[in-house]
Every structure is written in structure tokens, then in C-alpha cells.
């Protein structure tokens, strides 16, 4: 999945943004001594970037579901896992109070998220859905 889904993962994700930082300015440094001219340092440097830029979109969409932001592409019934994290994120929940108030282990909560609640009933799906967002409305 990707997505960063608690705030312990958010702080490692933006320490390992800061050590890309620097090992890519370390990189240019090296190679630029190495007499690597600047088109191909851009281009050995490149996969690092990218990666980088990856965990700046998560880090932007974590902060952004925090404070309330729904992406729409979720709001469909084919998405309803990932639907199920971003409103427990979005509410401020930590997986073992979403557990506790549905019943279940802080453990179960984990693996239906890395699962990304594939093989929960539909019927327990809406029920969390319910109890984290009554006035949602999903297309089918």
C-alpha cells in the first residue's frame, strides 16, 4: 500500500527524508569530484529523488487525512479498505482505540490494515465505516 498510517511511521518517514537529503548531496559532492559531469549526476541521482518525492507525497497526504482530508478516489466500493484507514486517521485514532471500540485486538486492527481489510464481512466493513464517518456516502 504505501500509505503511512500511524505517527510513529510518519517520524521515520521524515527522518529517512532527511537522510536521502544528505546522502544525495554527499552523492553530488562525490561524483562531481569523481569529474561526473551534471547531466549524469542528475540521471545516477534520479532513482534517489524519486524515492524521496514518494515519501514527501505520503508524508503530505498523512498531515493532509489528519486533519480531515478524504481523497475521493476512496470513496468507492472497490477502495473500502483503504477507506476504513484513512478514517481512522482522519479521526485521530490510534489502531487500538479504533479496536477497542469495535471489539477487537490492536493486532487484528494491524493485520486488517496491512490487508487492507480484504476477507472482513461487509457487514463488520460498514459497521466500522458507520461508527467512524455516519454520514458517508460510498458508490457501489
Known amino acids: 500500500m504505501g500509505r503511512i498510517v500511524n505517527d510513529n511511521q510518519l517520524k521515520i518517514t521524515e527522518s529517512k527524508i532527511e537522510d536521502f537529503k544528505k546522502t544525495i548531496s554527499e552523492s553530488r559532492k562525490k561524483m562531481k569530484s569523481n569529474g561526473i559531469d551534471s547531466k549524469g549526476i542528475d540521471m545516477l541521482i534520479s532513482p534517489m529523488k524519486f524515492m524521496m518525492e514518494q515519501m514527501k507525497f505520503e508524508v503530505n497526504e498523512y498531515k493532509k487525512i489528519k486533519n480531515g482530508y478524504i481523497p475521493k478516489y476512496l470513496l468507492s466500493f472497490d477502495k473500502l479498505g483503504e477507506l476504513i484507514i484513512v478514517l481512522r486517521i482522519k479521526n485521530g485514532l490510534t489502531q487500538k482505540e479504533?479496536?477497542?471500540?469495535?471489539?477487537?485486538?490492536?493486532?487484528?486492527?494491524a493485520r486488517n490494515e496491512f490487508n487492507e481489510y480484504h476477507g472482513t464481512s461487509l457487514g463488520n466493513l460498514k459497521k466500522i465505516i458507520k461508527m467512524l464517518e455516519p454520514e458517508l456516502k460510498i458508490k457501489v
Open 98 to 109: 479504533l479496536g477497542d471500540k469495535i471489539g477487537v485486538a490492536q493486532s487484528q486492527v
